[in-house]
């Protein structure tokens, strides 16, 4: 039986040499694929690459010199920055970086399952994430996911982590979270979710209370001190605050004005002259009233935009299109976006199974309030409100994979004990 644990404290201990082998597949086959597949910058990937150069070149956050913005999160440009200002503008290691985010990740997700749930999900959970074919294809791709996706899974993993004093908990937590919501902003509301999981599983219990209580006003206060900076910077440029981007508004306009499918719009030429912040105000402001017009219609888009959310992965292979097309033709591009769409629905299958194993063994109550469970409906709730993508799902990919590995670990067992049976 595959048994889910709360909190448990332990420190997350995998099997070293299973670990080791999925290690050393998940780098063999990024490797592969980054010496077959040029890095060629497209969409974010390209403004990414721009916002980096300038920073670097120029010390301005913005397409030039004379265009500064905060339009979007700095935290991705600052880490390319870094890359570019050590190495020079190559992308190779660039390349390097996000593969080591990408081993970086299966670490931190197999130490988490196993913390919660067993050695055994730990190495099914590498396993998925050494496998999970856009993964394998990510590190050709300057993008925030692999950034994002380590640095608040490893602040989930030091949070649930009781072996880790008070005090260097809190410094360590806030100092990820910073620089997660220096990524995307979605980083910001995570503190008080991990700490509600851990005082529901603890029984609601006041000594519990306290001390997240306690650990909470820690990370926010570090949280404050990484953000603070470049909130000032804002405040310089614009004369209000605007704490890390000015993109909320806009992104809200995009999933709620007449004509929207959910998914990504271009700003109409009315908007484009607007100061950013009045930008962002301004369409904001509409996309409230049109939600509040027409109450019903909310509701029907935030379904749809679950279902854009969850119903394909593309990205991938969408934003390694050119590079793609230069190493092995253009006929390669639908047939591997077919491959990853059947990919996706396989571990999307997997996790609902695992999600439906776990209810049955412990309860709605105490699935919910998993930290893996209730992230993963903190960021879908996110993108039923605003714009949704395929690719926003890959913020939670961690999560996924565990839950994918509790799926198919169950199956395994009832196929084996039906062949006991009979």
């Known amino acids: 039986m595959i048994a889910a644990h709360t909190f448990s404290g332990g420190s997350g201990i995998v099997d070293a040499r299973h670990l080791g082998w999925i290690l050393l597949l998940a780098l063999g086959l990024r490797l592969i694929w980054a010496w077959w597949i040029p890095v060629v910058p497209l969409?974010?990937?390209?403004?990414?690459?721009?916002?980096a150069r300038t920073l670097v070149e120029h010390g301005t956050f913005g397409w030039n010199s004379?265009?500064?913005?905060?339009?979007?999160?700095?935290?991705?440009t600052f880490l390319h920055a870094v890359v570019y200002w050590l190495f020079g503008f190559n992308y190779f290691p660039v390349v390097a970086v996000n593969i080591g985010l990408s081993l970086a990740l299966i670490v931190i997700c197999a130490r988490l399952a196993a913390r919660f749930w067993g050695?055994?999900?730990?190495?099914?959970?590498?396993?998925?994430?050494?496998?999970?074919?856009?993964?394998?294809?990510?590190?050709?791709?300057?993008?925030?996911?692999?950034?994002?996706?380590?640095?608040?899974?490893?602040?989930?993993?030091?949070?649930?982590n009781e072996n880790v004093r008070p005090l260097r908990k809190g410094l360590g937590i806030g100092l990820l979270l910073g620089f997660a919501a220096l990524v995307r902003p979605q980083a910001l509301l995570l503190p008080l979710l991990y700490a509600f999981c851990v005082v529901a599983n603890a029984g609601m219990t006041w000594a519990a209370t306290r001390s997240q209580l306690r650990l909470l006003i820690t990370v926010g206060i570090v949280m404050a001190i990484v953000?603070?900076?470049?909130?000032?910077?804002?405040?310089?440029?614009?004369?209000?605050?605007?704490?890390?981007?000015?993109n909320g508004g806009i992104t809200l306009w995009m999933g709620n004005t007449p004509g929207t499918d959910g998914r990504y719009m271009y700003i109409p030429k009315e908007f484009?002259?607007?100061?950013?912040?009045?930008?962002?105000?301004?369409?904001?402001?509409?996309?409230?009233?049109?939600?509040?017009?027409?109450?019903?219609?909310?509701?029907?888009?935030?379904?749809?935009?679950?279902?854009?959310?969850?119903?394909?992965?593309?990205?991938?292979?969408?934003?390694?299109?050119?590079?793609?097309?230069?190493?092995?033709?253009?006929?390669?591009?639908?047939?591997?976006?077919?491959?990853?769409?059947?990919?996706?629905?396989?571990?999307?299958?997997?996790?609902?199974?695992?999600?439906?194993?776990?209810?049955?063994?412990?309860?709605?109550?105490?699935?919910?309030?998993?930290?893996?469970?209730?992230?993963?409906?903190?960021?879908?709730?996110?993108?039923?409100?605003?714009?949704?993508?395929?690719?926003?799902?890959?913020?939670?990919?961690?999560?996924?994979?565990?839950?994918?590995?509790?799926?198919?670990?169950?199956?395994?067992?009832?196929?084996?004990?039906?062949?006991?049976?009979?």
């Open 43 to 51: 969409s974010d990937g390209k403004a990414y690459d721009a916002f």
């Open 66 to 76: 004379h265009q500064p913005t905060a339009f979007w999160p700095p935290g991705t």
């Open 119 to 160: 050695t055994r999900i730990a190495t099914l959970t590498a396993l998925t994430l050494a496998l999970w074919p856009t993964l394998v294809m990510y590190p050709t791709i300057l993008a925030s996911e692999l950034p994002f996706l380590v640095l608040t899974l490893l602040a989930l993993d030091v949070w649930s």
């Open 227 to 246: 953000i603070a900076p470049w909130t000032w910077r804002n405040y310089q440029l614009y004369g209000e605050p605007v704490l890390i981007s000015t």
């Open 272 to 422: 484009g002259e607007l100061p950013e912040n009045e930008r962002a105000r301004t369409m904001g402001r509409q996309a409230k009233a049109y939600i509040q017009q027409d109450p019903l219609g909310f509701v029907i888009r935030a379904v749809r935009k679950v279902v854009i959310l969850y119903s394909n992965e593309s990205v991938g292979v969408g934003w390694n299109a050119e590079g793609i097309k230069q190493a092995l033709g253009e006929p390669w591009v639908p047939g591997l976006k077919r491959f990853t769409q059947l990919t996706w629905m396989l571990i999307l299958g997997l996790a609902l199974v695992g999600l439906g194993a776990t209810v049955c063994q412990r309860g709605w109550r105490k699935t919910l309030t998993s930290p893996f469970v209730l992230s993963i409906l903190y960021f879908t709730a996110i993108h039923s409100v605003v714009v949704s993508q395929e690719r926003y799902h890959l913020a939670f990919a961690g999560q996924m994979a565990i839950l994918a590995a509790v799926g198919a670990a169950w199956l395994s067992d009832r196929v084996t004990s039906r062949r006991r049976a009979h």
